[in-house]
Structures are given as structure tokens and as C-alpha cells.
């Protein structure tokens, strides 16, 4: 929240002339999803922006997208540097015992 805020104060309502509720848009999109999107489109639309509940979708459609590539993209590099193992098809992190200077996993 703070930095979505902070980034719409200082740039994007200067720069733009953006309503001060886009700043809402990281936290109903990205963390909240397309159910609270879909939910507050009728409040955005009550609050005299429209379009914020379209753009509130959209966010929420990318956030799935970046979380589905993103997390395939680091469990592999997890999996290909070590840093994370296969046990009996489950993901686990690999532990290192700093006094004996073993693996564990």
C-alpha cells in the first residue's frame, strides 16, 4: 500500500492528473484479485471513476500471470543452483549445517 501510494502522490497524479484512488489499484489487483476487483467496480463507478474497475481487472489478470511465471521461473532456479530439492514430489529448501558444513534436504 505504501509504495503504490507514495508512487501515485508523486508521480503519477502530478504527472498524469490521476485520481488519488488509483493508488488502490496494487492492493485490489494484485493482493485482493479479480473477486474484489469484480466487487468494487460498482464503488470505483460510485466514486466518479468508471474505468477503475476495468483497470482493477486488468491488474488482478496480470498479477496471476506474473505470480504463475515468476514462481515457475524461480522453482526452477531454486531447484537448478541447490538452493531447494525434491522429497517424495514435494518442494523443500536445502538447509546447510553450518558447523558441519553438510546438506540437508
Known amino acids: 500500500w505504501s509504495i ?3 508512487i ?3 508521480i503519477l ?3 498524469f492528473g490521476v485520481s488519488p484512488l488509483f493508488a488502490s ?3 485490489v489487483g494484485f493482493e485482493g484479485g479479480h473477486g474484489t476487483a469484480a466487487g468494487l467496480a460498482d464503488t470505483y463507478t460510485a466514486l466518479g471513476e468508471p474505468t477503475y474497475g476495468d483497470i482493477a481487472l486488468t491488474a488482478a489478470t496480470i498479477g496471476i500471470l506474473l505470480g504463475s511465471i515468476c514462481g515457475v521461473i524461480l522453482v526452477n ?4 543452483t541447490g538452493r531447494v530439492a525434491m522429497h517424495n514430489g514435494t ?3 536445502v ?3 553450518v558447523e558441519a558444513g553438510e546438506k540437508e534436504g
Not at 532456479?77 to 537448478?80: E, K, N, R, S
Open 8 to 10: 501515485t502522490g508523486a
Open 77 to 80: 532456479w531454486g531447484l537448478a
Open 25 to 27: 489499484m496494487y492492493a
Open 4 to 6: 503504490s501510494c507514495l
Open 91 to 93: 518442494i523443500v529448501p
Open 13 to 15: 497524479i502530478p504527472a
Open 95 to 97: 538447509i546447510e549445517d
